[in-house]
């Protein structure tokens, strides 16, 4: 075969700084993902709750306004209690972190799906075919290394839950009309933004670790599958066998919840439903009924009510009933655990071959 | 001057993988020898400023490898001898993500990917997954990753193992060719002896983390005292018993002589004794040490 009958020309091209030489990685990561169609798959199903919060926000700004648009569903609107009727601005905070919560709630399953199409060949197929040296023998640092890989997950879960919740957030303050809107629901933004990111980071980390340590993505996995059923179904024995406050802890995704539930501020939320429900004992009954459908269970009537008994939807589960520092510590020390594994098992090569 | 280290010393636990280690090295091609656990691998990754040295000062191209080793990394392409290479990737796209990794631009490394691909003669197969490359395509492919940002230095590590004839000749030219005609320097580490001379101009001889030999092939493989290859075409012992007499030593190799003149004399010696004995010399030249020979010596000296 004839070699060299192109030449070879010298290059003067523009070279990028250090700091973002990690983008690299990523975007090649994301690239190669995206060639794969059960990631894009994933993605698009993973979409469908925020599309479906985008429309309720929006369906909401609509009420506020009294819109003439409603029109044709004016009939089901009247079945809404009569405090939000003729007040829905100040139900707006609760009804939006309502939707919020939601939406994570749901879009955390998608979360972990994602983690598992994306994460498990990230490290575990470089150690299997030695890449590691194409990378640490470049201009890039084994930090670049980790960040670019960890990018990579990032990308995906910020698609599924952080673009789409401020996506719909900002749908939603569009067709408020109302900069009131903003006033009272910035901390849903910020709080989506953040829990994303810990998400991101926690669940990417915890991957990447996993990834580490095997050069068989399958194993890997499976122990992510593993991790994230079996650390639910051991919170879940501990709590009907055992009773104590601390067992949710044990599972992986209850922390993201217990920290959801406080960026969110759902516990203001449920106050002032709460507050709904107090407002008289029959219209509470009616608050709880499953036509609101911003209220879980519906489909089935809820039992009478005696009095001063709360509706179970309107307290705080029982699962998310312990101090949040616990899950930032259980989170935290996932997070370490992960960072300290990732750092042993990618070596740089400072070792004898 | 290709490289500097001064001193250096590497140990891994009870392992001293680099003893006080000094070399310079010029720039063009340079032969990395040594046997294993020389310290090859450790050398080469001293020099891209992999790994954290115990003592001593080094610079690659004028560069500090201790305090810039990304700045070295980045004036310096490197062929691992690991296959290094993940499947499901195009060709075009494994050494365009190279020269990202490297700081170019998506546009610019696509563009500098099918340029060097069609210098390392991979035009053809540039959009073939890499994995259903032949052994040769790949180690082409390594060396068009590295030199894709267009680095001042190439450092291969055993770059024909495993290669049959025909592709190992390929590398060898690609390299030759690097270093001659494209300006590049090469440091090229190999247990191929014949692989070093065909391409390097001067070598250097690791053992034990010690440099045992440097030098250019030509000054290394001179003898220390002249010693020339002659054939006659008559009386072979008659000409040898007159060269005893003037004071040659001399040995005969396979109607070869090997003779060795006494201090002081030159070749003109041989001619005026065959020009006594009415000889014809129809073969004199100089005798050289094969890389081999040289090789082996300063390993043995080691020992």
Request: proline share 7%.
């Given at each position: 075969m004839p070699i060299f009958d192109q030449g070879y020309q010298h290059w003067q091209g523009a070279i990028s700084g250090h700091g973002l030489r990690w983008l690299a990685i990523t975007r090649q990561g994301v690239r190669q993902q995206l060639r794969r169609r059960r990631t894009?798959?994933?993605?698009?199903?993973?979409?469908?709750?925020?599309?479906?919060?985008?429309?309720?926000?929006?369906l909401w700004g609509l009420i506020e306004q009294n819109s003439t648009i409603l029109q044709p569903i004016m009939g089901l609107l009247q079945s809404l209690p009569e405090e939000i009727r003729s007040g829905p601005k100040s139900y707006r905070t609760a009804i939006w972190t309502w939707a919020f919560n939601t939406l994570f709630d749901v879009s955390q399953f998608f979360v972990m799906l994602l983690v598992l199409a994306v994460g498990p060949d990230l490290i575990s197929q470089d150690l299997r075919f030695n890449a590691i040296p194409l990378y640490l023998?470049?201009?890039?640092?084994?930090?670049?290394?980790?960040?670019?890989?960890?990018?990579?997950?990032?990308?995906?879960?910020?698609?599924?839950?952080?673009?789409?919740?401020?996506?719909?957030?900002?749908?939603?303050?569009?067709?408020?009309?109302?900069?009131?809107?903003l006033k009272d629901t910035w901390h849903l933004l910020v709080g989506s933004v953040a829990y994303g990111a810990i998400m991101v980071v926690s669940a990417g980390t915890l991957m990447l670790a996993i990834s580490s340590l095997s050069r068989n993505s399958r194993l890997v996995g499976a122990t992510w599958v593993g991790l994230w059923i079996m650390s639910n179904v051991t919170a879940g024995v501990l709590m009907t066998s055992v009773k104590q406050e601390w067992c949710p802890l044990f599972s992986y995704t209850?922390?993201?919840?217990?920290?959801r539930d406080e960026l969110l501020d759902m516990p203001a939320a449920r106050e002032k439903f709460l507050g709904l429900w107090k407002s008289?004992?029959?219209?509470?009954?009616?608050?709880?009924?499953?036509?609101?459908?911003?209220?879980?269970?519906?489909?089935?009537?809820?039992?009478p009510l005696s009095a001063g008994q709360t509706p179970p939807m309107l307290t705080t589960p029982v699962h998310l009933r312990f101090p949040l520092i616990w899950s930032v510590e259980v989170l935290g020390g996932l997070f370490v655990l992960s960072a300290w594994t990732l750092s042993t098992r990618v070596k740089s090569l400072d070792r004898l071959k | 001057m290709l490289f500097d280290l001064k001193s250096i010393r590497k140990t891994y636990g009870r392992i001293t993988a680099l003893n006080d280690l000094s070399v310079v090295a010029p720039l063009g091609a340079v032969g990395l020898l040594g046997p294993n656990g020389a310290g090859k691998t450790t050398m080469i990754r001293t020099l891209l400023g992999l790994i954290r040295i115990d003592s001593g000062e080094g610079e690659v191209l004028g560069i500090n490898i201790r305090r810039k080793p990304l700045q070295v990394r980045q004036i310096v392409g490197f062929v691992p001898e690991d296959e290094c290479?993940?499947?499901?990737?195009?060709?075009?796209?494994?050494?365009?993500?190279?020269?990202?990794?490297?700081?170019m631009g998506r546009t610019d490394a696509l563009q500098r990917a099918h340029e060097v691909l069609d210098y390392v003669g991979l035009g053809e197969a540039r959009y073939r997954k890499v994995d259903s490359y032949s052994t040769g395509m790949k180690q082409r492919l390594k060396i068009a990753s590295a030199i894709v940002h267009d680095p001042k230095l190439v450092i291969l590590d055993e770059p024909t193992n495993g290669m049959d004839p025909a592709g190992r000749i390929e590398v060898l030219e690609l390299a030759r060719d690097l270093c001659k005609n494209k300006g590049m320097s090469l440091l090229f580490s190999s247990h191929l002896l014949v692989?070093?001379?065909?391409?390097?101009?001067?070598?250097l001889v690791l053992g034990r983390g010690r440099l045992l030999a440097e030098g250019t092939i030509a000054e290394l493989t001179r003898s220390e005292r002249p010693i020339f290859e002659v054939r006659v075409k008559g009386d072979l012992a008659d000409f040898s018993n007159r060269l005893a007499r003037q004071g040659c030593t001399f040995e005969e190799l396979d109607g070869v002589l090997h003779v060795e003149l006494p201090d002081g004399r030159s070749q003109e010696l041989l001619w005026s004794t065959a020009s006594d004995a009415g000889e014809q010399i129809r073969m004199l030249k100089p005798l050289r040490n094969t890389l081999e020979e040289v090789f082996f010596k300063a390993v043995s000296e080691l020992a």
């Open positions: 894009k798959w994933l993605v698009s199903v993973a979409f469908v709750p925020a599309f479906m919060l985008a429309a309720f926000l929006v023998s470049r201009p890039i640092r084994r930090i670049d290394y980790y960040l670019g890989k960890l990018g990579v997950i990032g990308f995906f879960l910020a698609a599924v839950a952080i673009a789409p919740a401020v996506a719909a957030y900002v749908l939603g303050l569009a067709f408020s009309f109302d900069l009131g809107v209850t922390n993201f919840d217990r920290l008289g004992q029959n219209a509470a009954q009616e608050a709880v009924r499953p036509r609101f459908p911003f209220f879980r269970g519906r489909g089935r009537r809820p039992p | 290479l993940f499947p499901g990737v195009e060709g075009v796209e494994f050494v365009a993500y190279a020269g990202e990794l490297s700081g692989d070093v001379e065909a391409v390097c101009d001067h070598v």
